[in-house]
T-cell receptor, first 111, second 118 residues
Framework: GQQLNQSPQSMFIQEGEDVSMNCTSSSIFNTWLWYKQDPGEGPVLLIALYKAGELTSNGRLTAQFGITRKDSFLNISASIPSDVGIYFCAGVMNRDDKIIFGKGTRLHILP | GAVVSQHPSRVICKSGTSVKIECRSLDFQATTMFWYRQFPKKSLMLMATSNEGSKATYEQGVEKDKFLINHASLTLSTLTVTSAHPEDSSFYIC??????????????FGPGTRLTVL
């Protein structure tokens, strides 16, 4: 079945550092999504990407829809303590298809 | 914005009892809701798709008699964990499908329910 490989699994960074994470698949997706899950909460949509090559920002977050439609990247600039959490990538093939989630990247910020 | 609530947020029960978790879409109607399970430090695992007015569709390996799903109205789906055992302890998250947005159907997640079975 469709699978998303998300990396890294976890990251330990210093406050103020930039963060990069990515998601790859052997399948093509027509929509890429990035969610964040705060500890003890449900995921919240951060960015949706609809077109190959698209680059979209949401504050300090920037995500890109890969040209091949098989990958996506999320960057966080100048990390702050509230960025801690799990970041999930997700892909959708067609509108009525299920959203397929990656395994998540756990972001930890060192004091 | 679209809000999804879950109740209870935490529940502790004895082994062998049944626990019902409610998922409500507060300001929109959802014909489709999803139930996920998340183990500590693990990813979201889709358990089943809940369809209003019809039977739920379960993912492979999920026992439908163990995890009963009822989507009684356009704003409410319930998950009942029957005869709960310690291995059922987990974080259960629901999501409700909203309107189609360009190329996908938005999903709005609830805040989750932490189930602990003693």
């Amino acid at each position: 079945g469709q699978q998303l490989n998300q990396s890294p699994q976890s990251m330990f960074i210093q406050e103020g550092e930039d963060v990069s994470m990515n998601c790859t698949s052997s399948s093509i997706f027509n929509t890429w999504l990035w969610y964040k899950q705060d500890p003890g909460e449900g995921p919240v949509l951060l960015i949706a990407l609809y077109k190959a090559g698209e680059l979209t920002s949401n504050g300090r977050l920037t995500a890109q829809f890969g040209i091949t439609r098989k990958d996506s990247f999320l960057n966080i600039s100048a990390s702050i303590p509230s960025d801690v959490g799990i970041y999930f990538c997700a892909g959708v093939m067609n509108r009525d298809d299920k959203i397929i989630f990656g395994k998540g990247t756990r972001l930890h910020i060192l004091p | 914005g679209a809000v999804v609530s879950q109740h209870p947020s935490r529940v502790i029960c004895k082994s062998g009892t049944s626990v019902k978790i409610e998922c409500r879409s507060l300001d929109f109607q959802a014909t489709t809701m999803f139930w996920y399970r998340q183990f500590p430090k693990k990813s979201l695992m889709l358990m089943a798709t809940s369809n209003e007015g019809s039977k739920a569709t379960y993912e492979q390996g999920v026992e439908k008699d163990k995890f009963l799903i009822n989507h009684a109205s356009l704003t409410l789906s319930t998950l009942t964990v029957t005869s709960a055992h310690p291995e059922d302890s987990s974080f259960y998250i629901c999501s409700a499908e909203g309107l189609a947005v360009r190329s996908y159907n938005e999903q709005f997640f609830g805040p989750g329910t932490r189930l602990t079975v003693l």
